[in-house]
């Protein structure tokens, strides 16, 4: 099956511990993302790959930290940074380039709570 | 269920109704915009989008509408379904510098039988 996968599905995080979220895809996609979501209110980008080696900060990157050393994956590091980690976050990836369409298809998502 | 969108706008109708959701964007230099569906506890999915020279696009049960001078985008979606209960998303692209996806804040559509 072709998509997009997140892991895990539910995480638990203790006061002053850095935390992982997994996001890999295996539709030859160059650019991939990263959301938070909270209850009431649209996505909003932490953020963004558009190609591997390579990603920028989006709206609300405080906290966060990413790396793209390969193509297929993105992950996500919530630091202790982050003070308000509990949300839902979702992965995104598009074909990428500014000539294509931006469509961005998610991942499953992974819900982060504070322990 | 997981609790996207407590506090949504919600839409409810009668299954076999039509529903009309409704979106105003904000960016006038936006090129295309997009609808997405996002059931409890899932992933958005991908329902239709729109190029900004374009007024109307038709898929599978659903028309989306885009009215450029009031910034306002609608999905209308036809016999609706209890399978069509969910959070719809519009979201606009803006290609400032490279393409960007605004989502708005979501509307719950309720379908009751």
């Known amino acids: 099956d072709g998509g997009i996968t997140q892991s895990p599905k539910y995480l638990f995080r203790k006061e002053g511990q850095n935390v992982t979220l997994s996001c890999e895809q295996n539709l030859n996609h160059d650019a991939m993302y990263w959301y938070r979501q909270d209850p009431g209110q649209g996505l909003r980008l932490i953020y963004y790959?558009?190609?591997?080696?390579?990603?920028q900060k989006g709206d609300i990157a405080e906290g966060y930290s990413v790396s793209r050393e390969k193509k297929e994956s993105f992950p996500l590091t919530v630091t202790s940074a982050q003070k308000n980690p509990t949300a839902f976050y979702l992965c995104a990836s598009s074909i990428g380039g500014l000539l294509a369409k931006n469509i961005q298809y998610f991942g499953a998502g992974t819900r982060l709570s504070v322990l | 269920g997981e609790s996207v969108g407590l506090h949504l706008p919600t839409l409810s109708v009668q299954e076999g109704d039509n529903s009309i959701i409704n979106c105003a964007y904000s960016n006038s230099a936006s090129d295309y915009f997009i609808w997405y569906k996002q059931e409890s506890g899932k992933g958005p999915q991908f329902i239709i989008d729109?190029?900004?020279?374009?007024d109307k696009r038709q898929g599978q049960r659903v028309t989306v509408l885009l009215n450029k001078t009031v910034k306002h985008l609608s999905l209308q979606i036809a016999a609706t379904q209890p399978g069509d209960s969910a959070v719809y998303f519009c979201?606009?692209?803006?290609?400032?510098?490279?393409?960007?996806?605004?989502f708005g804040a979501g509307t719950r559509l309720a379908v009751h039988p």
């Open positions: 979201a606009e692209n803006f290609s400032g510098g490279y393409n960007k996806l605004i």
């Open positions: 729109i190029r900004s020279n374009m």
């Open positions: 790959s558009q190609i591997v080696n390579d990603f």
